[in-house]
């Protein structure tokens, strides 16, 4: 055998099916694959290809959650020694357990006749294997970590059994509240973001900002767009202190998926106001069909941990890229009052975009606007002591007028 001109060196790179086997002999390179591997394997492989680009669909839940929380989501492996270090399966221990599940949960193949249908050589028959039951036959390489696959099995077995996943449910809930939550009261939460207990951790090689308010040395980013904000907290008056939620800090959020399956949400940014106030931002340069579910979560958690401890006032923003780019706060107070989106307005309150209008006549600016004319709040000055506002039908237009607090009522609200 040889290797494809394409064949990766990273063993934890998912692999086409065209480029897993490649005779040396010149002489055997035109003949199909399918006839000269294992009769099962060619098929079965393009078919967990098609199952794993498909979000493993015909799954089970329990299956399902597992495939994903093995080869989608972080991990890191704490040193004796020395920082953390990210840990990954090899592609050949995930394609193994992804053809057990695809084989069982999917095909619901329960003997020798079920997997027939997979032989693509023709050389095969039923009749050449006495077995009745049900067996799957995984082949891996020496070094391949045959080992680990079968420990992932087993983990699968267990947990798809209902008593079993109950138990370790409520096990997993009572250590997890005993270690790290506070209890106070009516609620079980995580109300401490340890930023000072974070072990020293590896990042990838890409760009990144140094930053002087950052709790860590450097702040990398998963885009351009978090780079400059986090240069711009660096910046910004109203920020004491910053800090990158790197997976390493470990605050995260289980929520509900679009798709009904559960995940984990890591907000961008934790922020330190010079008031006291720790605001979680969430920043977007591009569209995220996760984004709703996202923010539905982190506005129950700013909630919850509002009504259960008073140490701290914790407040959430979300700060897309086209409005932070066309508007250019100057401080994160304006974030709060003026990035609205996500976030229920009260009853009474006028953020930006809310429809309000003059309750006395008022001359300002040069204009004189009379008394019930609308206007649309462009922007917010001193906490909400001012506003601009922008009437519509006042000439010259544009008409923006600075108006105090007292000259506007509400109308309705935010329309945005």
Not at 194 to 210: S, T
Not at 318 to 323: E, H, I, L, P, T
Request: with cysteine; net charge negative; charged share 25%.
């Amino acid at each position: 055998m040889a290797l494809h001109k394409d064949f990766p060196t990273d063993p934890h790179v998912i692999l086409d099916p065209a480029l897993r086997w490649f005779p040396a002999d010149e002489s055997l390179r035109d003949t199909g694959m399918e006839r000269l591997m294992p009769p099962l394997v060619a098929t079965l492989r393009r078919k967990v290809q098609e199952f794993r680009d498909g979000g493993y669909v015909g799954a089970c839940p329990t299956s399902a959650s597992l495939l994903r929380w093995w080869f989608e989501e972080p991990h890191l492996i704490e040193q004796a020694h020395g920082p953390s270090l990210p840990f990954q399966y090899f592609f050949a221990q995930r394609e193994a357990i992804e053809t057990i599940v695809y084989l069982h949960d999917v095909v619901g193949a329960k003997d020798k006749h079920d997997l027939m249908r997979f032989d693509s050589s023709g050389a095969v028959s039923s009749g050449m294997f006495d077995e009745s039951w049900r067996r799957y036959v995984v082949k891996m390489a020496t070094g391949a970590g045959k080992t680990k696959v079968l420990s992932l099995a087993l983990a699968l077995r267990n947990l798809s059994e209902l008593a079993a996943t109950k138990g370790l449910i409520e096990a997993f809930k009572k250590g997890v509240n005993e270690l790290t939550i506070s209890d106070k009261g009516d609620a079980e939460i995580s109300s401490h973001i340890r930023l000072r207990n974070v072990r020293p951790f590896v990042v990838k090689e890409q760009a990144y900002v140094v930053a002087k308010r950052s709790l860590f040395n450097r702040i990398i980013g998963d885009s351009d767009f978090e780079l400059e904000f986090a240069g711009w907290l660096d910046k910004t008056p109203d920020v004491q202190s910053f800090a990158k939620n790197y997976f390493a800090v470990n605050f995260r959020l289980d929520y509900v998926k679009d798709d009904g399956s559960l995940s984990n949400y890591y907000p961008d940014f934790i922020v330190k106001l010079t008031d006291g106030r720790i605001v979680i931002v969430e920043t977007k340069g591009h569209a995220d069909v996760d984004v709703e579910p996202k923010m539905r979560r982190l506005t129950q958690w700013c909630e919850d941990v509002n009504r259960v401890q008073g140490a701290n006032k914790f407040d959430f923003v979300y700060v897309d890229q086209k409005s932070f780019e066309q508007y250019r706060p100057t401080l994160v107070q304006q974030l709060l009052t003026s990035f609205r989106e996500f976030k229920q307005a009260k009853e009474g309150e006028i953020y930006e975009h809310s429809l309000v209008q003059v309750r006395l006549d008022v001359t300002a600016d040069g204009y004189t606007i009379p008394k019930g004319t609308k206007g649309t709040i462009v922007d917010i000055y001193a906490n909400g002591k001012a506003f601009a506002v922008e009437f519509p039908g006042i000439e010259p237009s544009p008409a923006v007028v600075t108006m105090s607090s007292d000259s506007v009522e509400l109308v309705v609200e935010s329309f945005q």
